[in-house]
């Protein structure tokens, strides 16, 4: 006697029947593989291409157990790797010792990470690595440091000063070093919000931070002059840090009457990651290019934070915070929370430089009041130097070389 099947294993025993049940099966598991495949090679920052080839100019695998981006300061007498009088090309703000820094101590730091150590920095195999390519850094102030500071770590090696040079294009917006012998080219444009802004010229910036304004899907405007580079450095973040509203130009800045919408700042910088990453994926051959994103860098313009003085800051810092879990107000986590978020969908493989924990720790590392004045500094200014203390950049050689040291680490090893 047959026995008769409840209704619902009869309607399964039927779909295993039907010829589009295996097919379907296939799909979603085929997804599921995939989609966790991919969020956990965000997480490593660490990417693949089709059939497992690896990453453009990758020369070997990372330990996928270890997370470069955790672990610890330790001293190392072999740091600096080089010396500020030994770069020719850095300026203000990041040559400290030059406007009167006297201690070093905070150039001696190298980073640990806690289950793995970085490659060494090889400058020789950055630069055959460029050879006629091209290397871009876009963004603000900030990414200006660690295009520097990649210079820096790559010219030492080029003997003849005939064989090497910066120059200026487009108006200053364009930074461009060449190594002659080379063919390469390390560049640094000028785009504090990757978008068009109000904020564009690269010698006359200042604006107020209620006055700021981006437009809306403008990234070609800046975007045309980034094609053809081989690895690109995006940064942008600083100028977002209003405390207000942020300001959306709808059409373009040269209407009579500019239609300015006003909406949330993680709003507006997700507005700047999607306007990012599209150009990225329409622009950009991942069988032959890379594109790495430097997240926030730290501020630390309010010593209580740390458990200093109320009224003081980075100003007369020479060591580092000691607390593992210090996380500064100015670094705010909805908005790394915003970049996880897009590049997560990203077609392109995306490495993130997640510099802002290791970052946070040094409040030793900042200019400071070691820098040009570009406006005389008034008497109230000069006695309380707190009062003028540059808090947001970093003196060179220092903390971004670091930075360049995980590019370098992501760059052949992902």
Request: with cysteine; aromatic share 14%; hydrophobic share 40%.
């Amino acid at each position: 006697m047959k026995l008769a099947l409840p209704s619902s294993a009869a309607l399964l025993l039927k779909g295993f029947r039907s010829p589009y049940f295996f097919t379907i099966t296939a799909l979603i598991l085929f997804m599921t593989i995939l989609y966790n495949e991919d969020y956990r090679a965000y997480l490593r920052s660490s990417w693949t291409t089709k059939k497992g080839e690896k990453l453009a100019f990758a020369v070997g695998e990372a330990d996928s157990s270890c997370d470069v981006f955790s672990g610890r300061w330790v001293w190392d007498d072999h740091h600096p790797l080089y010396e500020e009088a030994e770069c020719p090309f850095l300026s203000s703000p990041n040559v400290c010792q030059l406007h009167g820094r006297t201690d070093t101590d905070y150039q001696h730091w190298r980073w640990q990470p806690q289950a793995c150590s970085l490659p060494s920095f090889n400058a020789s195999l950055m630069l055959d690595t460029l050879r006629g390519k091209r290397m871009m850094f876009v963004g603000d102030s900030l990414t200006l440091g660690q295009f520097y500071s990649m210079v820096c770590l790559v010219q030492k090696f080029i003997p003849s000063n005939n064989a090497k040079s910066i120059t200026m294009e487009m108006n200053r917006s364009l930074k461009v070093f060449t190594a002659k012998d080379y063919n390469a080219r390390i560049e640094f444009y000028w785009a504090p919000f990757l978008l068009e802004s109000n904020a564009d010229n690269p010698k006359i910036h200042r604006v107020k931070q209620s006055d700021r304004v981006v437009r809306k899907d403008s990234i070609n405007m800046h975007g045309d002059h980034w094609k053809g580079a081989d690895i690109m450095v995006f940064s942008t973040y600083i100028w977002w840090r209003t405390g207000l509203k942020f300001k959306i130009l709808q059409g373009t800045f040269d209407d009579e009457n500019n239609d300015i919408a006003e909406v949330a700042t993680e709003e507006a910088y997700r507005m700047a990651m999607k306007g990012m990453l599209r150009w990225v994926n329409k622009n950009m051959d991942p069988n032959k290019t890379r594109v790495f994103f430097t997240s926030m860098s730290p501020v630390h313009e309010s010593a209580i934070e740390w458990g200093g003085d109320e009224k003081g800051n980075c100003y007369n810092q020479t060591v580092m915070i000691d607390d593992a879990n210090y996380w500064g107000s100015d670094c705010k986590k909805n908005v790394m929370a915003v970049i996880e978020e897009e590049f997560r969908k990203s077609r392109y493989p995306i490495t993130l430089l997640n510099i802002t924990q290791m970052s946070s720790y040094r409040k030793d590392a900042h200019t400071s009041i070691h820098k040009k004045q570009w406006d005389p500094l008034t008497p109230e200014q000069l006695a309380n130097p707190v009062s003028y203390a540059d808090c947001v950049h970093w003196c060179l050689p220092g903390l971004q070389d670091t930075w360049n040291e995980l590019l370098f680490a992501k760059l052949f090893y992902p």
